[in-house]
């Protein structure tokens, strides 16, 4: 048996990784973080890979960054050390898509995890959460800014105020998951998914990620010509021209990712 935290299969354009630090429930240990981010970036590098779907374990995707860890951090270190600052702003960073597929807990760390994936599957018994105000902080890794964008400020506010969970019904409704499945197709779901994404070309998915994530950083104006340019630039692309001619010939596309 593997005794690997982070553990990757790959089914053809697809990379899965699961998350296995099973008995403590997936916290979010700077050893965790940091082969997951080793995991992603090893996905970047992969020209045959466009898509990843990260997972957790049978009872949680991540309870959340190690509370025994942090209930050792003075102010001091965690200011001075950026503490597990920066294995997950290299998640930020990471330009193929990421499909999470959620069962279990999501709490804390493990549901600011799944925001910064770009497609949320959710199985039916996935508990979303922010609970570090019943810890006595404050979110640290996107609970405050991504939660309201991806489901209202007053939801936010709910569950950021209160420290109470949601479940995989109330995150569809309010807009942060895009789909509910049963537990036991879960992964087979998110992995069709992935492999209806990654069957596109890449340096179209690529743009497309990059242009739905600067609509959260910019005005509405400034975004339009943003994806404006990425439109016209996709004329360059031998994608463009096979993907036109496939349709027109009534064919599937044979995308060769330039
Ligand atoms: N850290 C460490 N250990 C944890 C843990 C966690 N977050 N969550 C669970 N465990 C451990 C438990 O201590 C227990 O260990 P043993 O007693 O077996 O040694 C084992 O996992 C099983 O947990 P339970 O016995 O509690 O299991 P239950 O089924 O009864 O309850 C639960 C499951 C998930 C409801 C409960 O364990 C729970 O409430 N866990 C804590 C959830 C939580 O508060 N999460 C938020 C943590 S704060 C940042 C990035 C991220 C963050 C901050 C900054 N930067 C980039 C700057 C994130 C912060 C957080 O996530």
């Not at 270190?77 to 600052?85: D, L």
């Not at 570090?132 to 506010?157: C, D, F, N, Y």
């Amino acid at each position: 048996m593997s005794t690997e935290i982070v553990r990757r299969e790959t089914h053809g354009k697809v990379a899965l990784l699961r998350l296995a630090l099973e008995n403590k429930l997936n916290p979010l240990t700077d050893e965790l973080i940091d082969a997951l981010v080793a995991a992603l970036q090893h996905v970047e590098s992969e020209p045959d890979v466009h898509a990843t779907v990260l997972t957790g374990s049978e009872k949680a995707f991540a309870a959340g960054a190690d509370i025994v860890a942090m209930s050792k951090l003075d102010y001091q270190t965690a200011f001075c050390e950026e503490y597990i600052g920066r294995g997950w702003d290299r998640i930020r960073g990471l330009r193929k898509p990421i499909i999470a597929a959620v069962g279990g807990y999501a709490l804390g760390g493990g549901c600011e995890l799944a925001m910064m994936c770009d497609i949320v599957i959710a199985a039916s018994d996935a508990v979303f959460g922010q609970p570090e105000v019943k810890l006595g902080i404050v979110p640290g890794a996107g609970g405050t800014q991504r939660l309201p964008r991806a489901a209202g400020k007053s939801t936010a506010m709910l569950a950021c105020l209160t420290g109470e969970s949601m479940s995989a019904q109330e995150a569809l409704l309010c807009g942060l998951v895009s789909k509910v499945v049963p537990r036991d197709g879960l992964i087979d779901e998110a992995m069709r998914i992935g492999e209806q994404v990654a069957r596109h070309s890449l340096p179209v998915l690529l743009a497309i990620k990059e242009s739905v994530n600067r609509s959260f950083e910019s005005s509405l104006s400034e975004g339009l010509l943003f994806e404006r340019r990425l439109f016209h630039a996709g004329f360059s692309l031998v994608d463009q021209k096979e993907g036109m001619a496939a349709f027109l010939e009534r064919r599937c596309p044979d995308f060769v990712n330039r």
